[in-house]
């Protein structure tokens, strides 16, 4: 009876998952959203490029322990300070028998920094690739860039002759809703092979007999299923319908902890979540304001800044499983600094006044966009933060939408006022993330990409040059931490904490939790 209450669609899809076949290898496993497009270039997103991952794969990927490890490349050096050569791996073949070589390297490059593409930024530094031989290729850098081979792990390489067949030798641009061949299909080199992908975002995946690693996992299918609905994901898990659930709910921790046969699995995310502003646009669009951008005054970030009770979001919304955090990169992080993770000051009736110094003694409206299926409580953060703000007289009207939709607005052109949204850079070194979020917009450039709301400072962008060359420890650490410092001062972007990753498995079924967030199936065992 109680399964009524889930509604007639998620019964359907709970049936849908009820008659896979029960086989000790088959793996059937939930999640919030499904990764979109599977074109691997499309999307900046970790969902996307996590679950990708498992099909496509890199020159260089981590390990258990998120140390770098060989993949598609069996090794890397530095011949010059400036150059990286990468020694490929023969007698690779993709899955649809191509046989891999430098020639897919250097065209996977070309495709991943070229246009429609939002993993340029990976290649900020390179000058230019050449192909050595059959199964060398070397990126030259504009000067040292000692964290490129980490930039790797997020380049999945493409089989070229596959692309020109199906006419997608450039990438598939997402914002101008554009559809392809790579939407829907996928030809790797990687440990699982896909068979089916429904409208519905439903995945299903068999292992690759031929992959070239010795499989730690003992799966011989892989059946994925989108669940939005929180209750409906963790209600699915204890009916033994699915063996794991990714982005378990704060809620349904203690309830499966003590349904028999499940654990929960928890683990400190590197990821910063942060809010975000409009800083950039002359006038703020959805909003009451007519003719100017109240974000352009520092007054009012610094407003909305005091108005969120960020220990009030740790102990009541997330119950405590996040690390508050008030810097862009946060601990585990290269560059993270302890003694600059200051808390900022609550104060709502102080925030109301430096909005009436502003020019907005009856303060503004505006929209502000958050998903509701992507991040550790997501809907909850955004809810707590309007009415946060709604005190200090900013009338947000809250947008919550599935995080295929929010994705939309968060990437070019850039169609949103105020946002909450997460980071983690590849490298795990604050430069990727302050090259990403926080370096001036370029057209047609790599550099801020992902600087959703515009910022943009003269000695941050040449701060951010600098460390991008440094080889000096010390002084490219000084330059990061004067770097985070502009940022936070300036009160770019809002950071509130980095939350706990919250999974939900069957006790029989073993996997890797790593800090990045990416859930690898290659170690996944169901016994």
């Known amino acids: 009876m109680r399964m009524l ?3 007639a669609a998620a019964i359907a899809i709970v049936a849908a998952l009820a008659t896979a076949p029960v086989d000790a290898k088959t793996f059937r496993w939930a999640a919030g959203n499904d990764p979109g497009a599977l074109d691997p270039y499309s999307r900046n997103v970790t969902t996307t490029i996590m679950f990708l991952a498992n099909m496509y794969e890199q020159l260089v990927r981590h390990d258990r322990e998120l140390n770098l490890q060989p ?19 023969q007698g690779v073949k993709f899955h649809e028998g191509e046989p891999f070589t430098a020639d897919d390297v250097v065209f996977s490059y070309e495709r991943a920094r070229g246009p429609g593409s939002l993993l340029a930024n990976n290649f900020a530094s390179v000058k230019e ?15 040292p860039d000692a964290t490129f081979p980490a930039l790797m792990t997020n380049i999945m390489i493409m089989s070229k002759a596959w692309a020109e067949k199906h006419n997608i030798t450039r990438t598939t641009d997402i914002s101008k809703q554009e559809e392809s061949y790579a939407s829907s299909n996928v030809n790797g080199t990687g440990p699982f092979k896909l068979r089916a992908r429904s409208s519905d975002g439903r995945v299903e995946m068999v292992a690759n007999p031929d992959w070239w690693d010795k499989p730690e996992h003992n799966l011989t299918e892989v059946l994925f299923t989108p669940l939005a609905n929180p209750s409906t994901r963790t209600a699915a898990l204890i009916a033994g319908d699915v063996d794991m659930v990714y982005g378990l709910p704060i809620n349904s921790v203690e309830r499966v902890q003590q349904t028999p046969g499940l654990r929960v699995h928890q683990k400190a995310d590197l990821r910063t979540m942060f809010f975000g502003m409009d800083v950039i646009s002359n006038e703020l669009r959805d909003s009451d304001v007519k003719g100017r951008n109240p974000f352009k005054d520092k007054r009012v970030r610094q407003a909305v800044q005091m108005a969120i009770n960020t220990d009030a979001i740790h102990r009541n919304v997330m119950r405590g499983a996040s690390v508050p955090n008030y810097l862009m990169v946060g601990p585990g992080v290269n560059g993270f600094d302890p003694s600059l993770n200051v808390p900022y000051k609550f104060d709502a009736d102080g925030a109301k006044r430096l909005l009436a110094e502003a020019g907005y003694p009856n303060g503004f409206e505006m929209s502000m966009d958050c998903s509701n299926d992507r991040y550790v409580n997501d809907e909850q953060v955004c809810t707590a933060v309007a009415s946060m703000l709604a005190r200090a007289g900013i009338r947000a009207r809250l947008r919550l939408m599935p995080f295929q939709q929010f994705v939309r607005f968060v990437n070019p052109p850039y169609d949103t006022n105020f946002f909450f949204v997460g ?3 590849p490298t795990y070194d604050a430069h990727n993330s302050l090259l990403s979020l926080t370096a001036t917009r370029q057209p047609g450039g790599i550099s801020g990409n992902v600087n959703v709301g515009g910022f943009s400072n003269a000695r941050n962008d040449e701060l951010i040059r600098m460390m991008g060359t440094e080889t000096d420890v010390a002084k490219r650490n000084a330059m990061i931490k004067e770097s985070l410092t502009i940022v936070r001062d300036e009160m770019a972007y809002i950071p509130i904490h980095q939350q706990v990753l919250l999974y939900g498995a069957k006790q029989n079924v073993s996997l890797v939790q790593l800090p990045s967030d990416w859930f690898m199936l290659r170690y996944v065992r169901v016994d």
Do not use: C, H, S, Y
């Open 423 to 425: 980071w983690l850079p």
């Open 129 to 143: 690739l050449r192909k050595i031989d059959a199964f060398t290729v070397e990126f030259v850098t504009n000067g």
């Open 5 to 7: 209450k889930w509604g």
């Open 71 to 89: 993949a598609l490349a069996t090794k890397w050096e530095q011949p010059a300070p400036d150059v990286w050569r990468f020694t490929l791996r």
